[in-house]
């Protein structure tokens, strides 16, 4: 490109490192640059002196520029080097950006400490313990970049820099080599297109990526990562355009928060269907044993006494359980795999099985024994006389017995991994006015006059109610030992 040189800007170039400027002063253009230190140098044949004054830049000068930035850069500090000319230069003479970019007197280096946030090193360490792996892309001096990695403990494994010169030379397959280990990377001196081959070479092994950028050019690798993270501050609007996650204050640690949080939400959802499922083995096991006896068992639950349960206390509870608390070690997994369902087998063996299965057994052993205290044999008929209240009777204590497992079900499924000690019992206060309410109202269903005759149950005495208080421990019981076997 060419360009006349009354007033010209060259805006920073991903790829040349650098910027500069060309103004007219008097009879004379100035000409200055600022940019990457070996950029700069490389175009500078002159340098200023202690005294001010200009000479040729040596090779022993060059070499003890080159020492200082190297020194510097490896303490961490961001370096930018300053340099001008001054040329005498026909106002209708055509100059490429390489044609006046040249023969530059080099001014000086300044060096800034850009000191990484102090949350950052501990947002670090909670990605490690995570599975999180951490590689950088950055467009500062590899030094640079390796001091401030290192001073925030990134790291793990090992860290190699790889500059962009070396980036650009790589094959596919070497970068692939490089990329698929447990090894953290720095590229350093990288621009944005590179940027974007790293993601699809990431993704292309599988990997999930979440990838950041406040840039124009950043906004290919930010879309086609699995998530981009754009800087709402800093960032540009076609980043944040492209991005899928927005971060209002610039800050790396509250990427980390949102993995937390977002692991914490897909937990619950997680519990909300454990408890949901497990509800339905005592619900369905009644029927079959009616079934399968060929009637000669009556009927454990009647239809109006399941919607009782599905559509009334079973409600409040699981809506409490989508706001629990993460549980501890949350941040202590590895990440699961991106194939991994939200329901998977050992979740449907824990909530039909264990779960299911103990409040099946503690409701069938309720409604066989208020069958049995009240008279009733195999294969009577229990559809009118003295046998129809004993019938009744037995229903409800099915019902009750359901509704006293699900407490034990609400409980146990607060913590998937961890004990329940962990969590404290009275942590979720929402879930103890869930099971508030569904007390309150299974008291109402089986003893207020109306609702009797809409749900067919009748008043228990007060010692069948003594049998269901061991029935949540019992479930809770069951589940706590399934949980410790499991971490074991």
């Not at 390489?98 to 360490?125: H, S």
């Not at 070497?174 to 990431?202: G, H, V």
């Not at 229990?382 to 129809?388: F, I, K, R, T």
Request: some cysteine; proline content about 4%; overall charge negative.
């Amino acid at each position: 490109a060419t360009t006349h040189v009354h007033h010209t800007i060259f805006p920073f170039d991903p790829e040349l490192r650098r910027m500069s400027t060309v103004d007219r002063v008097g009879d004379e253009f100035r000409i200055q640059a600022k940019g990457a230190p070996e950029e700069i140098l490389s175009l500078c044949s002159r340098i200023v002196g202690v005294d001010a004054s200009e000479h040729d830049l040596t090779s022993s000068e060059r070499s003890e520029v080159a020492s200082a930035v190297h020194d510097w850069a490896r303490e961490g500090l961001r370096l930018i080097a300053v340099a001008e000319r001054l040329s005498i230069i026909g106002e209708e003479e055509q100059l490429s950006r390489l044609d006046i970019e040249r023969d530059m007197t080099l001014l000086g280096i300044v060096a800034m400490i850009d000191p990484p946030r102090p949350e950052v090193a501990a947002a670090v360490e909670k990605c490690h313990t995570a599975g999180i792996r951490i590689i950088v892309v950055t467009g500062d001096h590899g030094l640079t970049a390796r001091g401030i990695a290192e001073s925030v403990g990134i790291g793990r494994g090992g860290l190699q820099v790889v500059t962009g010169s070396e980036l650009e030379e790589m094959s596919e397959k070497d970068l692939d080599e490089l990329l698929y280990t447990d090894n953290e990377i720095i590229f350093a001196r990288s621009s944005p297109e590179e940027k974007l081959r790293i993601t699809d070479a990431l993704r292309a092994g599988g990997y999930v990526v979440a990838m950041t950028g406040d840039g124009v050019n950043d906004a290919p690798a930010l879309r086609r990562s699995d998530i981009g993270v754009a800087m709402g501050r800093s960032g540009t609007d076609v980043a944040r355009e492209a991005a899928t996650m927005v971060l209002t204050d610039d800050n790396f640690a509250t990427i980390v928060d949102a993995v937390e949080a977002g692991r914490r939400v897909y937990d619950n959802v997680r519990k909300f269907i454990v408890y949901i499922f497990a509800h339905a083995t005592p619900e369905v096991v009644p029927f079959l044993v009616y079934a399968l006896s060929g009637g000669q068992i009556p009927l454990p639950l009647t239809v109006m006494q399941i919607l009782a349960i599905d559509l009334g206390t079973e409600t409040l509870p699981a809506l409490a359980l989508g706001r629990e608390r993460e549980e501890p070690g949350l941040m202590d997994r590895a990440p699961r795999k991106a194939s991994q369902n939200v329901v998977d087998k050992m979740m449907l063996v824990r909530s039909w099985g264990v779960l299911g299965g103990a409040s099946a057994a503690a409701v069938m052993v309720l409604f066989m024994a208020a069958l049995l205290s009240g008279g009733w044999t195999f294969g009577a008929d229990v559809s009118s006389g003295a046998l129809e209240h004993t019938w009744k009777l037995a229903t409800t204590m099915s019902f009750l017995g359901i509704v006293s497992c699900q407490i034990g079900t609400a409980v146990a499924s607060r913590t998937e991994h961890a004990s329940l000690w962990k969590i404290r019992l009275f942590s979720n206060r929402l879930l103890l006015w869930g099971i508030a309410f569904e007390i309150v109202f299974a008291a109402v269903v089986v003893t207020l006059p109306s609702a009797q005759r809409v749900f067919g149950t009748v008043s228990p005495t007060w010692y069948q109610v003594l049998w269901l208080l061991p029935l949540p421990v019992l479930v809770w019981g069951c589940d706590e030992f399934w949980r410790w076997t499991r971490r074991r």
